[in-house]
DNA sequence: GGACCACGTCGAAGCGCTTCGATTTCCTCG
DNA sequence: CGAGGAAATCGAAGCGCTTCGACGTGGTCC
């Protein structure tokens, strides 16, 4: 391994001189920084990252921590990741994955340590076991997601109450007077998951402002879970003529689902969903849909954590960021049915014979 | 923040012997032990992890390259990037994760400044850009992925073509004379991707050997895109009664045009997939499939890199591991209709009216 | 023309840890 | 009962880098 001593010997100039060419942080002149470049060239140096750590205190590593669990959103989660670490490398630094199974033992461990100078949080739950570590600013971190009481902390997130505003607003105005959510798995309420709630809260409470029926099923995404949940909401509320989606899976089955007992999208019913651009183009019936973001919150969140890092009064150094959710229409919802449709109207393939 | 020297002090011994009870690398009597692991708890102590990848040359990091396209398998991948994190802890190590954007020179670089001791590489294509950098052994390094020619290199990865030739022996055995095999997305055969071409291998000779048809065709996972593929296949090969599927996403498209089109699975056509369980369990109907085990491929690859990090001359040190495929037949292949199926059966929902 | 000030460079002191003798103490054995 | 050895601990020398004060050198100012 080729030693900052010896590129220095190459050059014929100090250890210090070679520093300071590499770090810029005092004035070099033109040539002897040439020299320098050039040996280093020469010998293919590279810094060693851990003596760099040990004598500056800062690792340029920061931590990302991704959930563990499957059940839900897994392309907008890798999406999320792969933009943080392309980010952060444009800043040079590195990112260091956790999963979200070690918890919060696992931020002291890594920031406690000095192998990461930060961290960004997934999947944040509102009310995650792992924020008392970061209340204050005991470690900086940034959240992608809102937890219940954001005091203190640095966030990103999507305005899910918005965006559920905006699906009741975009099928009200269309007329609709019954809409049904589809949401994610039942799991993803038990654990409180923000996004869920958040959406939840802005579609009734935008619901309940326009006087819109709404009837709220979580669901997971297997084809049989949704076919239970679409019957059982058929059979609660007739008049549904309107569905929001949020769960990437459900999409596919339920379309399938309304296809195969007549209902045709958007004649007989109108579905919106909340999920990235590429599912809802890329749907049997393309979707008009609320976008989840998932690359600029993973380039915000960064962004805001070197934001303070750089200048700890800044703006983005603390507080709540929420990005306006934008909805696309597509070609899945339309105006309610003159007459709401109730039962099936075409045939069905003959079932499976023995 | 808390260093060695101060435990030291605070438990009255040497800074030596601190360091030693922790990696216990020399005998410490009972008695001074706890009492320099009481300090410890007391004090909060944590190694910093710069000093010590400096003093003993080893950071405890691998590095983990993932890719950053998002055209195929991305659960698979998000399985692996967890198993590898999780297995890596477990025996004491952390990932630094790389994005496969940045390619040979992101390995060099954190090989290189000693930030990570050694290297996973995920989605490897058949001549990858980053094997000359890994040859022999440079950096220690574990493909999830098998390339031409893997000489020198040390792999895991399912056996794909004799997963190909599992499909293809299974539906054989059913009856089947004509299948057809919707690949994954053009660009990861453009690419030359391992397993795509691997398992079409696999299917190829097995088909060759038995006397089937085949016909291969690659797909995106868009709706359209299926569509497009499968009128195509039906025409060019109106025999076909079975297909085999290598692309999650291109699944329920590809079911609910069965269905659409009055091909009733199985009775009227069979499909296999080549998919996560997961996938095949929770699809409209579900799929007789050869199971990728994304987590079994992570914690092998992570394993056979430890084995190699401790014995540079153990048995999983070098050379390929192939995992054997398992087919699990559900309800979706069955014996081939007494005549074939040629045209459509079945009313369609009506087009959408403007 | 001597005092002063950049500018460019060097030397040395750490950063916090590991590790290798060296040292001390206490047994054990002939 | 003294030599030899094992067990437990210490001290010091780095690991490779950053950074701070110091040191020439040449130009500028009155």
Redesign the pocket.
């Known amino acids: 391994?080729v030693?900052?001593?010896e590129v220095a010997r190459h050059a014929g100039?100090?250890?210090?001189?070679v520093?300071?060419v590499?770090?810029g942080?005092?004035?070099?002149?033109g040539?002897?920084r040439e020299r320098v470049r050039a040996s280093i060239e020469r010998l293919g140096y590279q810094?060693?990252a851990g003596?760099?750590a040990?004598?500056?205190s800062r690792s340029r590593i920061i931590a990302l921590m991704v959930p563990l669990r499957t059940d839900m959103y897994v392309p907008v989660m890798l999406e999320i990741a792969v933009a943080v670490a392309t980010t952060a490398r444009a800043h040079g630094y590195d990112v260091l994955l956790l999963t979200g199974e070690e918890g919060p033992p696992a931020l002291r461990r890594v920031t406690g340590s000095g192998l990461a100078e930060a961290v960004i949080l997934m999947d944040v739950q509102l009310d995650d076991g792992r924020l008392p570590v970061l209340r204050g600013s005991a470690p900086p971190a940034v959240l992608v997601g809102l937890p219940a009481d954001p005091a203190g902390l640095n966030c990103v997130d999507l305005d899910f109450a918005a965006a559920g505003a905006l699906c009741v607003d975009h099928l009200a105005g269309l007329g609709h007077r019954e809409i049904a959510v589809v949401g994610g798995s039942p799991g993803v309420y038990a654990r409180h998951t923000g996004f869920a709630e958040r959406t939840l809260c802005g579609l009734r409470e935008r619901a309940g402002h326009l006087g819109v029926g709404l009837l709220h099923r979580p669901c997971d995404g297997s084809h049989d879970a949704v076919a239970g949940v679409l019957a059982r909401i058929l059979d609660e509320r007739p008049g549904v003529s309107a569905f929001v989606v949020q769960n990437e899976t459900a999409v596919e089955p339920l379309l399938a689902l309304l296809r195969r007992t007549g209902r045709a999208v958007p004649e007989d019913v109108s579905v919106v969903a909340v999920c990235p651009e590429a599912v809802a183009a890329q749907a049997s019936v393309p979707l008009t849909s609320v976008a989840i973001p998932a690359q600029e919150l993973g380039r915000r969140a960064v962004e805001r954590l070197f934001a303070r890092l750089t200048d700890p009064g800044g703006p983005d150094a603390t507080g709540v960021e929420l990005l306006a959710p934008v909805l696309t229409v597509r070609e899945s919802s339309g105006p309610p049915p003159a007459r709401p449709v109730t039962g099936r109207r075409a045939g069905t393939p003959s079932p499976p014979g023995a």
């Open positions: 391994m030693t900052l001593a100039v100090s250890a210090s001189t520093s300071y590499l770090s942080k005092r004035p070099i002149s040539p002897t810094p060693h003596a760099r040990l004598a500056s």
